[in-house]
Nanobody, 124 residues
Framework: QVQLVESGGGLVQAGGSLRLSCAAS????????MGWFRQAPGKEREFVAT????????YYRDSVKGRFTISRDNAENAAYLQMNSLTPEDTAVYYC?????????????????WGQGTQVTVSS
């Protein structure tokens, strides 16, 4: 079992950048695919990005392609989401998630472990 903790959220102006981190407070990321999801007020949780255990396979939702980059450091038991060119539409609580059942996954039901979330607010 793994426990996840996100950090790095905050308030940023449109066009700015943030780097979210996801760390294992208990357990390791060994063998886990990682994902980032987000949930804006009044909306359903949506997929943002996923990365395989090896780091060689990544997928992104269309609206963040070219702006967000998912990465991981298995030696540090950490995953990251670099977010550039942020817009107010990116405002949401961002969650990291982990699964061993899939190489990568773009839907929330595929993930078994979730962090508590970190707030990202982008002002116009």
């Amino acid at each position: 079992q793994v426990q996840l903790v996100e950090s790095g959220g905050g308030l940023v102006q449109a066009g700015g950048s943030l780097r979210l981190s996801c760390a294992a407070s208990r357990g390791t990321f060994s063998g886990y695919a990682m994902g980032w999801f987000r949930q804006a007020p009044g909306k359903e949780r949506e997929f943002v990005a996923t990365i395989s255990w090896s780091g060689t396979t990544t997928y992104y939702r269309d609206s963040v392609k070219g702006r967000f980059t998912i990465s991981r450091d298995n030696a540090e038991n950490a995953a990251y989401l670099q977010m550039n060119s942020l817009t107010p539409e990116d405002t949401a609580v961002y969650y990291c998630a982990a699964t061993r059942r899939y190489v990568t996954a773009t839907y929330s039901g595929a993930y078994d472990y979730w962090g508590q979330g970190t707030q990202v607010t982008v002002s116009s």
